[in-house]
């Protein structure tokens, strides 16, 4: 993508998303990392995004008190560290623009922010102080604008959310607070201090009650509960007041060098420490369903209702996995492409290729499905690979059912035109037809390449054949009673022995195509297995990062004096840790 595009507008305080960008989203199929800048207006957050997308321009800056900003847009760039994967920026519309003058409309584009990040990059000007936590006052209102679970979707009330803020600790994204033109020194109580330290002193909880301290709390409660992974970089002023409206025309070597210094250090982090975008069960998101999640999400909140993180997967996986079946299909039926311009094939050759093939569509089914936790469209993949299949064999069938009609009928042309001679209806002109007709078998079964009915069709010929041999063998003067009856002997074993060819062709074709099922069913419960497995592991993965987020938490409020929150803290851990100890209880289950 050149250049950034508007994805999500705002016109008349009503979100919509725009078609362009959702359809650019959707060819995206490489794995993103989405970081999101959000804060007020004009505090220069679209010069953050130009910098982690490497260009001096791109987003808008502006250089008035209006804000250029205006909804969502989006900057898609190859991830300078991540191979195969593509760096998602996502550049918000300013927070407290007066020009708005709908409090609600920021919060849904901050909700937004935060349900499609990997990163979500505060950006606020000057200190932090307690006017700059208050302006977050977005976060107070999360429990109201996001659901977790589809049963609490409907209603507004915190205490519906199981697990409480530890639900949402796990899907939402790492919290970076960048605060601009900072020109303060580092310290605290003439402590030289680290910037996250600034950052955990800024948060820290009043001791007592009372509807004051309540009050204070709330936003820093907030911030700590949702965001246990927490950045802080301070930027000091990039240039002089008067060079600011042209900052993004100026060359990086005219700008403060403290001031590039922070801004490469805060680049490193974002690059190295953003995650892969993940939904609710640790499935990691592609560009395509990242254009789902905003449809989804944008369109939720246009109807007047509470986006929900369970019923936008829901939503998501019906779409992809009926994707990842149409796209197994496809896989199987090109790579049976090959064999069928060879037909007719024997039964290895078809079977070999219907293996392969029908492994590589696993493959492609499994690394685009999620969430098909009855395997309903695996099994509706087998189904049509299945039907795929029998269509191919009758198909291969045919063609050696028409290969060797074909075939028969010109090696026995010449025997017929002698028969039309009459040149076997002489004495000895038996012995005559046989030795031409068993030559003539002879060069029928050494033709190769005759496919899976070469046995069956020559039974077929045999039998059609017997009542003429029998006629040559009856007008022939020179044989006496006795050796027609042991010519007619001899001539009924051996159309016997080839019906028991042709039966054991059947039978060996039906073991086949049997085995052929097996093996399938089986390489498909292999990869099914294989990827619950690792589902499961990215769900204990995922457990474990919000319970040592919140254990961190608790150990911080105890060292800070707040023992009845750290008591609080740690019910919710042990509440998290039974979660985990289940999730490793399915985990064994599976493994053995």
Same mark, same amino acid.
């Given at each position: 993508?050149?250049?950034?595009?508007?994805?999500?507008?705002?016109?008349?305080?009503?979100?919509?998303?725009?078609?362009?960008?959702?359809?650019?989203?959707?060819?995206?199929?490489?794995?993103?990392?989405?970081? %999101?800048?959000?804060?007020?207006?004009? *505090?220069?957050? !679209?010069?953050?995004?130009?910098?982690?997308?490497?260009?001096?321009?791109?987003?808008?800056?502006?250089?008035?008190?209006?804000?250029?900003?205006?909804?969502?847009?989006?900057?898609?760039?190859?991830?300078?560290?991540?191979?195969?994967?593509?760096?998602?920026?996502?550049? %918000?519309?300013?927070?407290?623009?007066?020009?708005?003058?709908?409090?609600?409309?920021?919060?849904?584009?901050?909700?937004? +922010?935060?349900?499609?990040?990997?990163?979500?990059?505060?950006?606020?000007?000057?200190?932090?102080?307690?006017?700059?936590?208050?302006?977050?006052?977005?976060?107070?209102?999360? *429990?109201?604008?996001?659901?977790?679970?589809?049963?609490?979707?409907?209603?507004?009330?915190?205490?519906?959310?199981?697990?409480?803020?530890?639900?949402?600790? @796990?899907?939402?994204?790492?919290?970076?607070?960048?605060?601009?033109?900072?020109?303060?020194?580092?310290?605290?109580?003439?402590?030289?201090?680290?910037?996250?330290?600034?950052?955990?002193?800024?948060?820290?909880?009043?001791?007592? /009650?009372?509807?004051?301290?309540?009050?204070?709390?709330?936003?820093?409660?907030?911030?700590?509960?949702?965001?246990?992974?927490?950045?802080?970089?301070?930027?000091?002023?990039?240039? %002089?007041?008067?060079?600011?409206?042209?900052?993004? !025309?100026?060359?990086?070597?005219?700008?403060?060098?403290?001031?590039?210094?922070?801004?490469?250090?805060?680049?490193?982090?974002?690059?190295?420490?953003?995650?892969?975008?993940?939904?609710?069960?640790?499935?990691?998101? *592609?560009?395509?369903?990242?254009?789902?999640?905003?449809?989804?999400?944008?369109? =939720?909140?246009?109807? /007047?209702?509470?986006?929900?993180?369970?019923?936008?997967?829901?939503?998501?996986?019906?779409?992809?996995?009926?994707?990842?079946?149409?796209?197994? @299909?496809?896989?199987?039926?090109?790579?049976?492409?090959?064999?069928? &311009?060879?037909?007719?094939?024997?039964?290895?050759?078809?079977?070999?290729?219907?293996?392969?093939?029908?492994?590589?569509?696993?493959? +492609?089914?499994?690394?685009?499905?999620?969430?098909?936790?009855?395997?309903?469209?695996?099994? &509706?993949?087998?189904?049509?690979?299945?039907?795929?299949?029998?269509?191919?064999?009758?198909?291969?069938?045919?063609?050696?059912?028409?290969?060797?009609? &074909?075939?028969?009928? $010109?090696?026995?042309?010449?025997?017929?035109?002698?028969?039309?001679?009459?040149?076997? +209806? =002489?004495?000895?002109?038996?012995?005559?037809?046989?030795?031409?007709?068993?030559?003539?078998? +002879?060069?029928?079964?050494?033709?190769?390449?005759?496919?899976?009915?070469?046995?069956?069709?020559?039974?077929?010929?045999?039998?059609?054949?017997?009542?003429? $041999?029998? !006629?040559?063998?009856?007008?022939?003067?020179?044989?006496?009673?006795?050796?027609?009856?042991?010519?007619?002997? $001899?001539?009924?074993?051996?159309?016997?022995?080839?019906? #028991?060819?042709?039966?054991?062709?059947?039978?060996?074709?039906?073991?086949? =195509?049997?085995?052929?099922?097996?093996?399938? $069913?089986?390489?498909?419960?292999?990869?099914?297995?294989?990827?619950? #497995?690792?589902?499961?592991?990215?769900?204990?993965?995922?457990?474990?990062? &919000?319970?040592?987020?919140?254990?961190?938490?608790?150990?911080?409020?105890?060292?800070?004096?707040?023992?009845?929150?750290?008591?609080?803290?740690?019910?919710?851990?042990?509440?998290?840790?039974?979660?985990? =100890?289940?999730?490793?209880?399915?985990? #064994?289950?599976?493994?053995?």
């Amino acid at each position: 993508m050149d250049s950034p595009m508007c994805l999500v507008e705002n016109a008349d305080g009503e979100l919509h998303v725009v078609p362009g960008a959702i359809k650019y989203l959707m060819g995206l199929n490489q794995q993103v990392v989405v970081v %999101t800048v959000v804060g007020l207006y004009r *505090t220069g957050k !679209s010069y953050l995004m130009n910098k982690l997308a490497g260009k001096r321009k791109g987003f808008a800056l502006g250089a008035t008190i209006q804000s250029k900003t205006k909804g969502i847009w989006m900057w898609c760039v190859p991830h300078p560290e991540k191979r195969h994967h593509t760096l998602v920026l996502l550049d %918000t519309e300013g927070l407290g623009d007066v020009e708005k003058g709908d409090s609600k409309n920021d919060a849904w584009i901050f909700s937004l +922010a935060i349900l499609l990040s990997s990163t979500l990059v505060y950006n606020s000007r000057g200190t932090i102080d307690n006017q700059a936590v208050e302006n977050l006052q977005y976060v107070s209102e999360l *429990t109201e604008r996001i659901k977790v679970n589809s049963s609490s979707a409907a209603s507004s009330s915190h205490d519906d959310e199981e697990g409480g803020d530890a639900q949402f600790v @796990q899907f939402f994204p790492n919290f970076v607070w960048a605060v601009r033109d900072f020109t303060l020194l580092l310290e605290i109580n003439g402590r030289n201090v680290t910037e996250d330290e600034y950052l955990e002193h800024s948060l820290e909880l009043r001791k007592g /009650g009372g509807k004051k301290n309540l009050m204070y709390n709330l936003p820093r409660e907030c911030i700590r509960n949702y965001f246990p992974s927490r950045k802080c970089f301070v930027f000091p002023t990039p240039t %002089t007041p008067a060079n600011m409206p042209h900052l993004d !025309s100026m060359d990086e070597a005219d700008l403060c060098g403290s001031f590039r210094k922070v801004a490469d250090t805060f680049c490193c982090f974002i690059f190295q420490e953003s995650r892969t975008k993940t939904v609710k069960g640790g499935h990691k998101v *592609t560009g395509r369903m990242l254009g789902h999640l905003v449809k989804t999400y944008v369109e =939720t909140i246009a109807k /007047g209702s509470v986006p929900c993180l369970e019923n936008a997967v829901l939503a998501m996986a019906q779409i992809e996995n009926q994707a990842a079946l149409d796209e197994g @299909q496809a896989v199987y039926q090109s790579g049976m492409e090959e064999v069928k &311009a060879l037909f007719p094939v024997d039964m290895g050759q078809i079977s070999a290729h219907h293996l392969r093939s029908d492994h590589q569509a696993t493959q +492609a089914f499994m690394k685009r499905s999620f969430k098909d936790e009855n395997g309903d469209f695996l099994k &509706a993949l087998a189904v049509a690979i299945a039907k795929h299949y029998a269509d191919l064999l009758i198909q291969n069938e045919d063609a050696s059912e028409k290969k060797c009609v &074909a075939l028969l009928e $010109k090696l026995s042309a010449p025997m017929a035109q002698k028969i039309k001679e009459g040149i076997y +209806a =002489t004495p000895g002109g038996y012995e005559f037809y046989c030795s031409h007709h068993d030559n003539m078998v +002879a060069q029928y079964r050494a033709e190769p390449d005759k496919g899976v009915r070469a046995e069956e069709i020559l039974e077929q010929f045999l039998r059609d054949k017997s009542l003429e $041999k029998n !006629s040559i063998l009856q007008a022939d003067k020179k044989l006496t009673e006795n050796e027609k009856k042991i010519h007619e002997e $001899k001539e009924r074993s051996a159309v016997l022995e080839q019906e #028991k060819k042709a039966a054991e062709e059947k039978r060996l074709e039906m073991e086949r =195509t049997m085995e052929d099922d097996r093996r399938s $069913k089986d390489e498909k419960l292999k990869q099914m297995e294989e990827k619950m #497995k690792e589902d499961l592991k990215q769900q204990e993965r995922d457990f474990h990062r &919000a319970l040592e987020c919140k254990m961190q938490e608790q150990k911080d409020l105890l060292e800070k004096g707040h023992k009845e929150k750290a008591d609080l803290m740690r019910q919710e851990i042990e509440e998290r840790d039974k979660l985990i =100890t289940q999730v490793r209880v399915i985990l #064994k289950l599976n493994l053995y």
